[in-house]
Antibody, heavy 126, light 107 residues
Framework: QVQLQESGPGLVRPSETLSLTCTVS????????WTWIRQPAGKGLEWIGR???????KYNPSLRSRVSMSVDSSKSQFYLNVDSVTAADTAVYFC????????????????????WGQGTTVTVSS | DIQMTQSPSSLSASVGDRVIITCRAS??????LNWYQQKPGKAPKLLIY???SLQSGVPSRFSGSGSGTDFTLTISSLQPEDFATYYC?????????FGQGTRLENK
């Protein structure tokens, strides 16, 4: 079955760039939307944005100026960059797959997430 | 942004109880409402999508209902493995937003 695994530095200095990778295994990365979500310790879930396997993106306006996502289908990986980080960016970061289904050969895409990575903790501190 | 408000924020219940968690959207979201379960140190798990459709592998004691702005998640007979935090999520429009969570604890 499909599995997702986040990877990247656990500690990032303030004002620097947070960079994370999500590796997809067990299924193709092609033809799906992929999402990043974060969760500060003891708090709720924040949608960061999503990327299609072709590279089209949509970001949360609250982070749009600092966030970028990309995908490398040949490596079955997609990526998250958050620029100019502060302590407020300290969180567990999850990657996830958006659910889709196929009805009468038509693919429908949804904004709920049916497969998640285990999450990776990123701390912003000097 | 669409604001999602869950109630209660925390709930104490016993095994075998019927539990209801509510979620209210700040504007109509049709039936684009999803529910997740999260256990400590784990990723959220999709339970229900599209207001009432049960995700594959999720026990039938979980059910969802509602439309427009008001939704409920019902656990018909609480099991020991159900103690967790539950989140609603609207997928009607971006930015996608979540409720603040309902922590379900063992009484």
């Amino acid at each position: 079955q499909v599995q997702l695994q986040e990877s990247g530095p656990g500690l990032v200095r303030p004002s620097e760039t947070l960079s994370l990778t999500c590796t997809v295994s067990g299924d193709s990365i092609t033809g799906y939307y992929w999402t990043w979500i974060r969760q500060p310790a003891g708090k709720g879930l924040e949608w960061i944005g999503r990327i299609f396997s072709s590279g089209s993106t949509k970001y949360n306006p609250s982070l749009r100026s600092r966030v970028s996502m990309s995908v490398d289908s040949s490596k079955s990986q997609f990526y998250l960059n958050v620029d100019s980080v502060t302590a407020a960016d300290t969180a567990v970061y999850f990657c996830a797959r958006n659910r889709r289904d196929v009805v009468s050969d038509v693919v429908h895409y949804y904004y709920d997430m049916d497969v998640w990575g285990q999450g990776t903790t990123v701390t912003v501190s000097s | 942004d669409i604001q999602m408000t869950q109630s209660p924020s925390s709930l104490s219940a016993s095994v075998g109880d019927r539990v209801i968690i509510t979620c209210r959207a700040s504007q109509s979201i049709d039936t684009f409402l999803n529910w997740y379960q999260q256990k400590p140190g784990k990723a959220p798990k999709l339970l229900i999508y599209g207001e009432s459709s049960l995700q594959s592998g999720v026990p039938s004691r979980f059910s969802g209902s509602g439309s427009g702005t008001d939704f409920t998640l019902t656990i018909s007979s609480l099991q020991p493995e159900d103690f967790a935090t539950y989140y609603c999520q609207q997928s009607y429009s971006t930015p996608i937003t979540f409720g603040q969570g309902t922590r379900l604890e063992n009484k």
